[in-house]
């Protein structure tokens, strides 16, 4: 069993405090277990190098660092920033966007010297929809600038940062932004500037980013490197440093297209473009497993194969469990963990680069049914509809038992169903902590999503259309309305909803309870992944390092994150489905999972509004469509419980006195009328009460 020479005690203790925090339903989010290097249906399997499995240190052997590079001088701050640089954007014409992301030995070194490997990465041909900008400007002064709460600044006219999204016309348009303040990071001379999109960016699609007139705390104004300012007067084209040279005619792009929206070259401090992902990068592999996977299955989808049926009679509204498993097709192959005794999973790649079948695997499914589902002895049972639960944070499909799910089962007429999330259920963690250490490893949580998503996917249309008719729902008179086929999910189940429903056939409605996404953002923010930091920085000590490895990680992580499917709900929806809809119910105030990451879904005009009135304190978040009740459709209701909102703009999870009011929207009967309403006709209702009781913002 191979073991890093430094920092196990920590890891260990991390690990320890994970297993407390995980479990249950509740969590803010995340987990690992899945390693790999992979490739995009346009990318030969040669290109992506072999396994990730990360980590190549024995005993106490020390790795001797491979020579860094490339790196953009324009940010000699550090070797990856500014990030997303395009210097990581080399052509290629096999792609759909025209270039491949390749950091080369770019990527950052742990404790022990081994370098982070890049080949899983050039799977992408393009960064993310939820990059953020990363770039380093010591001691920076962050007054007047866009924040969390705040986005308007990012939209003026003399905003010292600017941001353009590139339409299909070419023409620019400008984009939003807010500024995050890494307080993690004690030193301000070295503290990361963090900007992140206000929006989701749209796949394929180039944007400029521009800084000018940004100063320190002392007043002083930011020279530009020596590499941008040759660029800028454009010496860098007959320059010594060739690799320079030849990014000329790129930055004169860039420099005319900011001309010609008034912003002068020699008014800029660092400006850079780089291109968004495509659809087939970053959804390419998931839509062909689900094709592939129900060539295999029918159209009926796999079989169940109940192993028990157990009557509850503990005082509950749940009346019986039926629990069992069924059979999927795999995508996955077995290999060792780092660190550790055990094996993980990552994608079996065919000769085309796409994830081929590799036997099935077995998955295990859990059914709720409520006492008003089981008729006495000779009368006929009422109908219920059939919704699929997703569970929390690293927990399992045992979650579908809670007894609030028996009270809206029991009281409006449903069936609940569940599985686990492979990739991040309880049998993922000690996946996560093989990782930590050398995050080369972190393509086994971006692969083994991919099959976790693909089993919802098939679960749900297997028990759309074979549960009805299963002997042991039939012999005990049970009636089931497949029509009523919905989805609903609380805490991570809510997060990865949005995914699952727009990556399922068969689920046009979605509740996501307690929800978020982009979890590169969500990490920062929550107080269920104080130990994750602990265990990354055991690996990777210093602060910049963790924030890039945060940024590039979701460059893969995207292929399964909300963040990238928020769009193929309603306004893109994948090939022969949709539109979707889903009811997002936040709470106020929320320790686990930022409330504001669905903020941005409503500046991106993708038919997911703010419902008013939003928020006593921040009626209406600035740039965000909203919408008035009662509204046909897609919506975001804010639940608010008395919790403050914590202090906007600062990287790290919230501090308050309050309880935590993670858990109250799915105990709350107003609540669960809404999402009830919803799901059965599309349609959201105001169920605010006027004299303030908790439960949504009072009218």
Same mark, same amino acid.
């Given at each position: ?9 920590? +890891? ?5 405090? +994970? ?32 396994? @990730? ?12 660092? @491979? ?280 994608? =079996? ?8 079948? =590799? ?99 098939? +679960? ?22 497949? @029509? ?95 539109? =979707? ?16 990451? =669905? ?75 809404? +999402? ?24």
């Amino acid at each position: 069993m191979r073991r890093p020479p430094r920092s196990l005690s920590i +890891l260990a203790a991390a690990a320890a405090l +994970l297993a407390t925090a995980c479990g249950d339903d509740g969590g803010g989010d995340i987990v690992a277990d899945t390693d790999a290097t992979v490739a995009t249906d346009t990318v030969s399997p040669g290109d992506t190098g072999g396994d @990730a499995t990360g980590g190549d240190t024995e005993g106490g052997d020390t790795v001797t660092p @491979a020579t860094e590079g490339p790196c953009d001088p324009i940010d000699p701050s550090q070797c990856l920033l500014p990030y997303p640089s395009n210097v990581y954007l080399v052509p290629d014409t096999a792609r759909t966007t025209g270039v491949t992301l390749d950091f080369g030995d770019a990527l950052p070194t742990n404790v022990d010297g081994k370098r982070m490997e890049s080949a899983a990465y050039r799977r992408m041909d393009g960064y993310g929809v939820g990059t953020p900008v990363l770039v380093g400007f010591p001691n920076v002064d962050l007054d007047g600038l866009a924040t969390e709460f705040h986005t308007d600044p990012s939209l003026a006219e003399d905003a010292k940062i600017l941001w353009y999204e590139e339409q299909p016309d070419g023409s620019l348009e400008r984009f939003p932004y807010f500024v995050d303040k890494d307080v993690s990071d004690s030193d301000p001379a070295t503290r990361v500037l963090i900007v992140r999109p206000g929006a989701l960016m749209k796949e394929a699609t180039r944007y400029i980013v521009a800084f000018r007139g940004m100063k320190d705390t002392a007043g002083t104004t930011y020279a530009p490197s020596a590499a941008f300012a040759a660029l800028v007067d454009g010496s860098a084209a007959t320059g010594s440093d060739a690799a320079l040279a030849v990014r000329q005619p790129r930055f004169d792009a860039v420099f005319a297209d900011l001309a010609g929206e008034g912003v002068d070259k020699s008014t800029l401090q660092l400006a850079w473009d780089f291109t968004t992902a495509s659809c087939d990068a970053l959804h390419g592999p998931m839509q062909h497993m689900i094709a592939d996977a129900f060539a295999t299955t029918g159209d009926d989808g796999p079989e169940l194969h109940v192993d028990a049926v157990e009557e509850i009679d503990d005082g509950s509204d749940w009346g019986l469990e039926i629990r069992g498993t069924f059979d999927v097709p795999s995508y996955m192959r077995e290999v060792p963990m780092t660190f550790q005794d055990g094996t993980v999973f990552v994608f =079996n790649l065919g000769a085309d680069g796409l994830p081929a079948q =590799n036997g099935t695997a077995t998955a295990p499914f859990w059914l709720r049914i409520p006492k008003s589902a089981i008729p006495a002895s000779g009368e006929t049972g009422v109908a219920h509809g059939i919704a699929m639960y997703g569970h929390g944070q690293n927990g399992s499909g045992t979650q579908v038992r809670g007894g609030w799910l028996g009270r809206i089962a029991n009281n409006h007429q449903y069936v609940f169903y569940s599985t686990d999330m492979w990739g991040m259920s309880e049998d993922d963690v000690l996946g996560l902590f093989d990782v930590l250490l050398d995050m080369s490893g972190f393509p086994r949580l971006a692969d083994r999503m991919h099959q976790g998503i693909l089993n919802h996917v098939l +679960l749900a249309r297997t028990m759309t259309r074979r549960l009805a008719t299963l002997p042991e729902i039939t012999s005990r008179g049970i009636v089931l309305d497949p @029509a009523r086929s919905y989805y609903t999910g609380i805490s991570q189940g809510g997060i990865y909803g949005a995914t699952v429903v727009a990556a399922s056939p068969d689920l046009q409605r979605g509740h996501l309870g307690v929800p978020g996404n982009n979890y590169g953002f969500l990490l920062t923010r929550s107080r269920n992944f104080d130990v994750f930091f602990l265990g990354i920085a055991a690996g990777y000590p210093e602060r910049w390092k963790q924030l890039a490895l945060l940024a590039t990680i979701m460059q893969i992580w995207e292929q399964t994150d909300p963040v990238s499917y928020l769009r193929h709900l309603h306004a893109d929806p994948f090939p022969g489905q949709g539109p =979707n809809e889903v009811l997002l119910a936040p709470a106020k105030g929320d320790v686990q999972v930022a409330v504001t990451s =669905n903020e941005w879904i409503a500046r991106s005009d993708i038919g997911i509004p703010i419902m008013t009135p939003y928020d006593t304190v921040r009626t209406s978040p600035s740039g965000t469509e909203t919408a008035t009740y009662p509204r046909t459709g897609s919506g975001i209701v804010l639940y608010d419980f008395g919790n403050p909102w914590p202090d906007e703009s600062v990287n790290q999870p919230p501090t308050s006195d309050f309880a935590d009011p993670h858990e109250l929207p799915r105990r709350n009967d107003l609540h669960n009328a809404q +999402l009830i309403h919803f799901l059965e006709t599309g349609e959201i209702i105001d169920v605010c009460s006027d004299d303030g009781t908790p439960g949504c913002t009072p009218n």
